[in-house]
């Protein structure tokens, strides 16, 4: 089965703090997500990696930034965490092209709650 | 803009009575369609997905969904529910060339006993 680990369940953090959040995934995924959930927006995307190092904005990258060294590996950086970064955070992979059978798999989820 | 819409926020219905759940996307070209359910303070689980093919898909968990490209709607269904089937269900739509999802805003599904 493919597992998406990502490291904290629940963080609660101050304004201003820097947050590193992490991901790891262990089917050789070439794509790689962080979403952001907030009740009735659905989920949008913060950021995408379709290789190592390569990175792409996705539709409410403002305040975020992240970091894909290795292959397994998706963290999501809020440099100074805000109020209204206070939400749920969603990490997800998938194959990339030539390989691709469609779905995203998910982690549990993080939920950060900035004071 | 390619867009998803969820038509119902939440569903509220008793248990072992049928549900549909609907989903219309926008797009003018190719898609790949996807129900997802996610149960309290987990993530996203995939239910099921079209792809190509018959246009009705069946998934997991005895639900199933049916692609129409007139109408651009998937709209889930499930003939008879039960409790554990309360979570949140989103659709998702996927650009063919593309590896951006565009999720709906989910429904609540509440199975009454």
């Known amino acids: 089965d493919v597992k998406v680990t990502q490291s904290s369940r629940y963080l609660v953090k101050r304004t201003g703090e820097k947050v590193f959040l992490e991901c790891v995934q262990d089917?050789?995924?070439?794509?790689m997500f962080w979403y952001r959930q907030d009740p009735g927006l659905g989920l949008r995307l913060i950021y995408f990696?379709?290789?190592?190092?390569?990175?792409e904005k996705g539709d409410i990258p403002e305040g975020y930034s992240v970091s894909r060294e290795k292959k397994e590996r998706f963290s999501l950086i809020l440099e100074s965490a805000s109020t209204n970064q206070t939400s749920m955070y969603l990490c997800?992979?998938?194959f990339g092209a030539g390989r691709a059978t469609g779905e995203l798999f998910f982690g549990e989820g993080s939920r950060l709650t900035v004071l | 803009a390619q867009s998803v819409t969820q038509l119902d926020s939440q569903v509220p219905v008793f248990e072992e009575a049928p549900v549909e759940l609907r989903c219309n996307y926008s797009?003018?070209?190719?898609?790949?369609l996807f129900w997802y359910v996610q149960y309290p303070n987990q993530g996203l689980q995939l239910l099921l997905k079209?792809?190509?093919?018959?246009?009705l898909v069946k998934g997991i968990n005895g639900f199933e969904a049916e692609f129409n490209k007139s109408q651009t709607s998937f709209h889930l269904r499930k003939p008879s529910v039960h409790i554990s089937d309360t979570a949140e269900y989103f659709c998702a739509v996927r650009k063919s060339g593309t590896y951006k999802y565009i999720f709906g805003t989910g429904t609540r599904l509440k199975v009454l006993a």
């Open positions: 997800a992979s998938s």
């Open positions: 079209y792809l190509s093919g018959s246009t």
């Open positions: 089917m050789d995924h070439e794509n």
């Open positions: 990696s379709y290789d190592v190092k390569m990175k």
């Open positions: 797009s003018s070209v190719s898609v790949y």
